[in-house]
């Protein structure tokens, strides 16, 4: 975690780490077989079928919360359609996802709460957050799956 973040918008983005450090270290100990293996046939929801495809909707999701919170400055929007084949490589792309948010955020973490409090984000799932409000909504979303691959291992 870096300790030089401060504000609301630091404080989130330390809970948004600490919450992935729970789930790669269930990752960590996750073997291929078990990573990919289908686990919930009967979902209609692809992105719920296994380990491995939950941990690629966790990555690509985090992608989408920091564009939204790039729109703000910038119009670059980037799109995360990577494979990932097991756990390892699960684990580095959540880091990978980590740093692009803290990137976009870095230069933000002191900026007044009533200038963030403007951020409004309406998202293509028909939801409209402000930017606590989104990242509030990363965090528990790495926790639900976390617990969801949890319940998948017992």
């Given at each position: 975690m870096n300790t030089q973040r401060t504000g609301a918008l630091g404080a989130l983005?330390?809970?948004y780490e600490r919450a992935a450090i729970d789930l790669k270290a269930v990752l960590s100990?996750?073997?291929d077989k078990d990573f990919q293996l289908i686990r919930d046939n009967k979902t209609e929801d692809p992105d719920c079928q296994s380990i491995q495809t939950i941990n690629v909707h966790v990555v690509h999701?985090?992608?989408t919360y920091a564009n939204y919170l790039n729109t703000v400055f910038d119009d670059a929007w980037k799109e995360y359609n990577m494979p990932i084949d097991n756990a390892t490589k699960g684990i580095e792309e959540i880091n990978k996802m980590l740093i692009y948010t803290d990137q976009i955020l870095d230069d933000k973490y002191q900026l007044p709460s009533q200038t963030v409090d403007e951020w409004i984000f309406k998202t293509r799932w028909g939801v409209t957050y402000d930017a606590e409000q989104l990242l509030e909504h990363a965090i528990v979303h790495i926790l639900r799956h976390r617990r969801q691959i949890e319940n998948f291992l017992k």
């Open positions: 983005m330390d809970e100990n996750i073997s999701s985090g992608y």
